[in-house]
């Protein structure tokens, strides 16, 4: 019982440490969809480690009805995670969350297989999550990784990594020792600098050889010019 207590303590606290917008403990307690749907959450695991039926996905299905947030009962989540404004947040059966864990609205652990096995993906601790990002299938994501907003990931993510893009790719690793960024090559955006280059330079041409009928077509329009120029000679 202590214990929960101070779990639960523990995830008003990160509301006050990761979310600039709390104001004050009764605010948070009142308006905190993030902070409700982990408590209901809460219950209803216990309830499913116990094997008692129905209940826990009822309790689960209340708690999408009042927060917009969507936790299976089996879902296994540390302590300390933050769900901020949550809206659309769906969190599947097989998934494990670690601690200290950040997730933004939108956020979709999913999975792809019907099978009876592990399915979703498992969060390291102090991870990341962007608004609108999808994890899908049983990947591992390492611990102090950045998902960025929209970002589809679908293979496993290595610890300090910060990844961006559909399908996801890792654009930089954080070295812990000096909390140093150091930023990867990203083929992708040199192929699409490339490109644009390179349209800029046809566009310069197209622009030219335009000017160059043009003129060409007004000579052709007035060729007493031409003779005249001629007998000038």
Known sequence: MMGTLRAIRRDIQVVFERD???????????TSPGLHAREFHRLAHCLWNLRVPILPRVISHLSRFLTGIEIHPGAR????????HGSGVVIGETSEIGNDVSIFQGV??????????????TLGDRVVVGSGA????AITIGDDVKIGAGS???TSVPSNATVVGVPGRIVAFRNPDDDT?????????DFMQGLQQRMAELEGR???????LQQHAGTESHPENVVSGKTEA
């Open 206 to 212: 197209i622009v030219l050889l335009e000017t160059q």
């Open 20 to 30: 600039p917008a709390a104001g004050n403990i009764i605010e948070v307690l009142l």
């Open 181 to 189: 960024l150091e930023r990867l090559p990203d083929p992708e955006w």
């Open 152 to 154: 589809v990931v679908v």
């Open 134 to 137: 999808k994890l899908i299938g």
């Open 108 to 121: 979709t652990l999913g999975g792809t297989s019907t099978q009876k096995v592990k399915r979703h993906p």
């Open 77 to 84: 989540i540390g302590s300390g995670l933050l769900i901020d």
